[in-house]
């Protein structure tokens, strides 16, 4: 992963940390799992959400991601 993508995918994680019901980003509902996926240009972001604390649970290219 190229730093300058690093930091497009840290920069989205703050913004979901800062507001989880965000209209803004490509967010959406896992199939299955209590869990949320967000796009992230070729990456996707797959985590969960507690109240106020946010697990990212994988990060990785699409495709990739969602095998287990």
Known sequence: MQPKQARRIRDVIKLIAENP???????????NMDAYRVRVGQYRVIYSEDGHILDVIRVGVRGDVYKA
Not at 21 to 31: E, F, G, P, S
């Open 21 to 31: 019901a965000r209209d803004d980003l490509d967010i959406k509902k896992m199939v």
